[in-house]
């Protein structure tokens, strides 16, 4: 495998990062979690309310595969390097009742997912995601 250069050779098309961002979902909605983590840079950081950060393409993944959050995407944006995707948030354990949440996604310049912040719609009283 060639040595990895500061920017990729040729520009990523614009769709690209975008369709990384969904299918990152599609991957975690269908437990391949070997796929989800082919779309992350080695350094990637996720944020979820109520967590310490991932922080590296192993921890991330690892944190997914605790978390079983299933994700009914509804829109995505795609603006300056940032993917913005809203939708529902649901827990795995059969839990009909959803949350609000958006996402931002930075991408790297080989159109990788190299941080994603999520923010939720809750009240107070609901706990966070991850409680029980």
Known sequence: MPERQDEPPVP??????GEHVYLSYAYLNARDY????????LDAVV???????????AAVVAAER??????????????QGRIVTTGVLYRQEGCARGVDFADICMMSAYGLIASR?????????EGTLTSG
């Open 12 to 17: 990523w098309p614009e769709a690209a990062p």
């Open 34 to 41: 070997d796929a989800f983590a082919s779309l992350l840079e």
């Open 47 to 57: 944020s979820v309310p109520g967590e310490m950060p991932a922080c590296g393409r």
């Open 66 to 79: 605790r978390r079983r959050f299933r994700y009914s995407i509804q829109d995505l944006w795609i603006a």
């Open 117 to 125: 912040r999520t923010y939720i719609s809750a009240s107070p009283t």
